[in-house]
């Protein structure tokens, strides 16, 4: 759905900030906080109203220079060593806006024994596309053990099966900070290895229904070829009782 239209002195406001969002800055982090407040007065949604690139930007330097920066500090060391562009590319633009959602996984992996980026982060989208599909809560994302999650939606395979480390309570606010209309993410490798597999199985299946269909053409035409056996008896011993008759009636 298209987002409504801001009246012209909104618009202006609009096109300047755009024009001056060219990098990452304290600046900009601030005069982000003030328009969007401007806006909302007017129940605008000033991120939504910006071009993905400013978007971008502007989702870059909240993070970097907001409220949630020394989560974000944390993030970006040991044991996930991850930066404000790595949690856009993998949650959205829209995540970074979160003070919650990047507090909350700067709590998961300071947890003992934190599981790996990869693990979590697919877990969270995994169990996120989940909910946003309309299944069950319960099939979501567990709160006490990482095997619990939920199974891959790509593969169908769970993508913390191999793992036992326990989860905290904060793993459920997690899936609670994200946008319900965040479009998916899906990872190009789990893609090309789902089409593999689908693929495979396809094959393997195509290649037993066509030996079962062989394994039948071949049953019916050993029973057809028996009782063509049995006609061509039946017709000879006719044609040789019909000569004899025949013969006698000839006499």
């Known amino acids: ?16 900030f755009e024009t001056s ?17 401007h806006f909302s007065i007017s129940k605008f949604s000033l991120f939504d109203l910006l071009a993905p690139t400013t978007r971008r930007t502007v989702a870059i ?10 989560a974000l500090e944390r993030l970006s060391r040991d044991p996930w060593n991850v930066s404000a562009i790595t949690l856009l590319e993998t949650f959205g633009d829209s995540e970074l ?20 980026w990869p693990d979590a982060s697919n877990a969270i989208l995994a169990a996120s596309d989940r909910r946003r599909s309309g299944e069950t809560r319960k099939k979501g994302l567990s709160a006490t053990r990482l ?12 993508t913390l099966a191999t793992l036992a480390t326990p989860l905290p309570e904060i793993a ?3 899936l609670d900070c994200i946008e319900p209309h965040r479009p998916g993410f899906l990872n190009e490798e789990d893609v090309k290895l789902q089409v593999m597999e689908r693929e495979a199985a396809l094959s393997i299946k195509q290649r037993e ?26 017709i000879d ?6 000569d004899a008759s025949l013969s006698r009636f000839k006499r």
Do not use: C
């Open 1 to 16: 759905m298209a987002a409504a239209v801001p009246p012209p002195h909104h618009a202006r406001l609009l096109q300047q």
């Open 21 to 37: 969002a060219t990098a990452v800055s304290v600046q900009l982090a601030l005069r982000y906080s003030e328009l969007k407040n």
């Open 61 to 70: 330097a909240t993070a970097t220079f907001g409220n949630a920066y020394s």
């Open 97 to 116: 806006l979160s003070e919650k959602f990047i507090r909350s996984l700067d709590d998961l992996a300071s947890t003992p024994h934190p599981p790996s």
């Open 147 to 158: 095997d619990e999650a939920p199974f891959d939606p790509l593969t169908g395979r769970s």
């Open 172 to 174: 459920r606010s997690l």
């Open 209 to 234: 229904r066509l030996q079962a269909s062989q394994d039948s053409v071949a049953a019916l035409w050993q029973a057809a070829d028996h009782m063509y056996g049995r006609l061509a008896a039946v």
């Open 237 to 242: 011993e006719g044609a040789q009782q019909l």
